[in-house]
T-cell receptor, first 109, second 115 residues
Framework: ELKVEQNPLFLSMQEGKNYTIYCNYS?????LYWYRQDPGKSLESLFV?????AVKQEGRLMASLDTKARLSTLHITAAVHDLSATYFC?????????FGAGTRLTVKP | EPEVTQTPSHQVTQMGQEVILRCVPI?????FYWYRQILGQKVEFLVS????????KSEIFDDQFSVERPDGSNFTLKIRSTKLEDSAMYFC?????????????FGSGTRLTVV
């Protein structure tokens, strides 16, 4: 059975600091997605990583994918309060997408 | 921007009752999914649906659950006899192709409360 593991599960960081969220998965897959969820809201697509070595950046967030290591990272640069949310990685399987447990990020002033 | 629409946004039902959660996927999308999220926890896959049949289902999707595309626009999830542990947020999602370059588009969810 596919396992998708994120760490950390909870992350409290100060504004202006950098940090990385990790997503490991247990099966071969060339497609990985990152989603953001605000409290009580739906899932918003952030990044789609489609091949080994893929790197995508949007503002203060940068995602990368290493399919050989079965690892994706979401790097946060100079965090701001607006980034506070839960971030999920999701791995594409043969028929659907399976999610990690999520990382709840809190950015404090 | 096209949206996936879910109704109702919140439903309260008594244990043992049947509920139907409704979704209108994006019009040119062909692949449909249901996920659930127990409050603040993991997003769990329930079922995927394509060409009027189930492509994949998880162990959560037992005989109490069914899905249907009754017409050209709606995609429904039915729970026949709800249990307390069915209380969760249910998200519908759709995608244009199986291997999407854009990720799935999720609806805003239906919060189901079983009392």
């Amino acid at each position: 059975e596919l396992k998708v593991e994120q760490n950390p599960l909870f992350l409290s960081m100060q504004e202006g600091k950098n940090y990385t969220i990790y997503c490991n998965y247990s099966t071969t897959s060339d497609r990985l997605y990152w989603y953001r969820q605000d409290p009580g809201k739906s899932l918003e697509s952030l990044f789609v990583l489609l091949s080994n070595g893929a790197v995508k950046q949007e503002g203060r967030l940068m995602a990368s994918l290493d399919t050989k290591a079965r690892l994706s990272t979401l790097h946060i640069t100079a965090a701001v309060h607006d980034l506070s949310a839960t971030y999920f990685c999701a791995v594409d399987t043969n028929n659907d997408m399976r999610f990690g447990a999520g990382t709840r990020l809190t950015v404090k002033p | 921007e096209p949206e996936v629409t879910q109704t109702p946004s919140h439903q309260v039902t008594q244990m043992g009752q049947e509920v139907i959660l409704r979704c209108v996927p994006i019009s040119n999308h062909l692949y449909f999914y249901w996920y659930r999220q127990i409050l603040g926890q993991k997003v769990e896959f329930l079922v995927s649906f394509y060409n009027n049949e189930i492509s994949e289902k998880s162990e959560i999707f037992d005989d109490q659950f069914s899905v249907e595309r009754p017409d050209g626009s709606n995609f429904t999830l039915k729970i026949r006899s709800t249990k307390l542990e069915d209380s969760a947020m249910y998200f519908c999602a759709s995608s244009e192709t199986r291997y999407t370059n854009y990720g799935y588009t999720f609806g805003s969810g239906t919060r189901l409360t079983v009392v």
